[in-house]
């Protein structure tokens, strides 16, 4: 919850009393703390497809891949938030272990789906969040995915609400030479973009979230 306050420019107050969408969730303790707090939160996810046994185990295995990753890399993070690798990955392990009993405690939270065709009807979330796949996969998903999953993250949002996108780096390190041109793009369907930066710090550059309001 923390992570997802800081990183996506949000208060418990946003949250509260409203209908929210962690897509894609993976798998985050977000949505579990989220409805803690108050929310009706549901997170979409295409491995939510698994037994809850298997998909716990996936998790961690997922947790200790990425823990690779990061300590392998550890110069394109910055350390101040979790102070090291190891710290970073035990955050990590207990997230999905927080996660693996609400999917078994309460499995219609969470919703086998992908985008960019979501399984929700149109304007029934109030906040829509999706963290640490547009943008950062710029290296392998293209812009026609980009516009067409920001385009049904837009759908399921109510006008007035809001979807927001972090980070809004690779992690390959290359810069996203599209985002003008998709911004200017959504601008015109009757969306207003605005960067916002964040708290969060951690993958180095990643300081600024993407925040899409419906007019």
Do not use: I, N, Q
């Not at 208060?11 to 989220?34: K, Q, W």
Request: net charge negative; with cysteine.
């Amino acid at each position: 919850m923390e992570e997802y306050l800081a990183m996506l420019a949000l208060s418990p107050a946003d949250l509260t009393g409203c209908r929210v969408l962690d897509c894609p969730g993976g798998a985050s303790s977000f949505t579990a703390e989220a409805c803690a707090l108050g929310a009706d939160a549901v997170a979409a996810d295409p491995a939510y497809a698994m037994a809850p046994g298997d998909l716990a185990v996936r998790a961690l295995d997922d947790a200790r891949r990425s823990s690779d990753y990061v300590s392998a890399h550890a110069d394109r993070y910055e350390w101040g938030l979790f102070g090291t690798p190891e710290a970073h990955f035990a955050a990590r392990v207990a997230a999905v272990g927080r996660f693996a009993w609400d999917v078994r405690s309460h499995p219609g939270r969470y919703v086998p789906a992908s985008l960019p065709e979501l399984p929700f009807a149109d304007e029934e979330f109030d906040v829509v969040l999706s963290s640490h796949l547009l943008f950062a996969y710029g290296d392998r998903l293209d812009g026609a995915f980009h516009r067409d999953a920001l385009r049904e993250l837009l759908r399921v949002c109510r006008p007035g609400g809001s979807v927001r996108l972090y980070p809004l780096l690779e992690y390959a390190g290359a810069a996203l030479d599209g985002l003008p041109a998709l911004v200017r793009e959504l601008g015109g369907d009757g969306v207003d973009a605005t960067l916002v930066p964040v708290s969060y710090r951690f993958l180095r550059g990643a300081d600024t979230a993407l925040v899409l309001r419906k007019r």
